[in-house]
């Protein structure tokens, strides 16, 4: 059986939209650099909702290798070339970028790739989908990139607390950038 990973970027007072236009652009040192292309390279798989598979598509489809960062050599390569399970109602097919559609029962879906042989499924993002998957018990592990920044305003990623299930703190990475990751096991849904 595969596990889900939901890794994504979060402020200290929980937005998560918009990433790339936060003010605080940390440079990325080579530490966080390994950190993020093993991530990706333990995967083999993604899934996403459409809000971020259309953020994703058109901004890494068209990189190759040779505008990998320096220290992230195999990273575009291998984003590129991983198959994407992407839910959506209103996307139709075909989709771009070795990307399939999930509709319908999205968590019935993910529960046949989750039960497939192969490594981890990894998840960039958490709007709606995530929330749906971690309401289902699906996500073995939830890797939260914490900002120190506060945006005020901005969706976040506990849409509702009532649902969400207890989390337990199994790791924390701490960057110089000031980036801090925690890296929890979700328990079992409310």
């Known amino acids: 059986m595969r596990r889900i990973v ?15 236009t936060w003010p605080f652009r940390a440079n990325r040192d080579q530490v966080e650099a390994n950190f993020v292309r093993d991530l990706l390279l333990d995967s083999d798989a993604l899934i996403m ?11 890494w489809s068209s990189r190759t290798a040779a505008d990998d960062e320096p220290g992230s050599e195999g990273f575009i390569d291998r984003i590129n070339s991983l198959p994407k399970y992407v839910a959506s109602t209103t996307l139709t097919e075909p989709l771009e970028w070795n990307a399939e ?32 998957l971690m309401q289902h018990d699906l996500v073995d592990e ?8 506060v ?3 901005g969706a976040r990623f506990f849409t509702d607390a009532r649902t969400f299930p207890p989390l337990k703190l199994i790791d924390t990475t ?14 079992p849904a409310k």
């Open 101 to 132: 559609l999930i509709s319908g029962d999205v968590a019935a879906e993910v529960a046949k790739l989750k039960a497939q042989p192969g490594k981890t499924i990894l998840m960039y993002g958490c709007g709606p989908v995530a929330n749906l």
């Open 151 to 153: 945006m005020d305003t």
């Open 49 to 59: 909702g459409r809000e971020t598979y259309e953020v994703f598509a058109p901004a």
């Open 174 to 187: 701490v960057f110089a950038s000031g980036i801090v990751v925690l890296n929890y096991k979700p328990g």
């Open 6 to 20: 939901v890794s994504t970027y979060v402020t200290l007072d929980g937005v998560v939209e918009a990433p790339h």
């Open 142 to 149: 939830l890797h939260l990139w914490v900002y120190p920044i």
